[in-house]
């Protein structure tokens, strides 16, 4: 395999028709797509801006809920929304989306008058939203490492049920 990568080259060109060897390079040689793991992760210029919006909508709807009488609310609905860009994107995207949603946290729950405060509370959720954003990426990126990997495996064995017929 060139290059390093995990899942075997596509064929040049499929003829159409014959003796059925088309058809039995196409299945030795093609890459699995089994999953959505596959064109993950989804680039930076993506991740934040959709991690950006949804830190919104969360601080929203949490303070609307009543975050403001239960201040954790709004910091686990903000630590799914990091885990959430930290899984699908990259690491920058994700630590974008934690300082952000810091700020959301900070200027419009423990602020409350729309200015930062730096106290122990917003020192603690910072290190929590900043832990999420670089952990969430090396899960992730080691979940599609072990699922391409066993994707090529599975496809090297159906090449060979394939070659055996």
Not at 36 to 57: N, R
Not at 90 to 108: E, I, Q
């Amino acid at each position: 395999m060139a290059g390093g990568e995990l899942d075997p080259p596509l064929p040049e060109r499929l003829e159409l028709g014959g003796s059925g060897s088309s058809a039995q390079h196409l299945a030795s040689t093609a890459r699995v797509h089994t999953s959505w793991w596959h064109d993950l992760p989804m680039p930076a210029g993506f991740g934040f801006p959709a991690g950006f919006g949804a830190g919104i909508v969360a601080t929203l709807v949490a303070v609307a809920a009543g975050a403001t009488r239960h201040p954790d609310w709004l910091v686990v609905a903000l630590v799914l929304v990091v885990t959430a860009v930290a899984t699908v994107s990259t690491a920058p995207a994700a630590l974008g989306t934690a300082a952000t949603s810091w700020c959301l946290l900070d200027v419009f729950l423990l602020g409350r008058h729309g200015q930062l405060v730096f106290t122990m509370a917003a020192g603690l959720d910072a290190v929590i939203l900043t832990l999420v954003a670089l952990g969430g990426p090396a899960v992730a990126a080691t979940v599609r490492t072990m699922w391409k990997a066993s994707s090529c495996e599975r496809g090297r064995l159906d090449a060979r049920r394939a070659r055996r017929r």
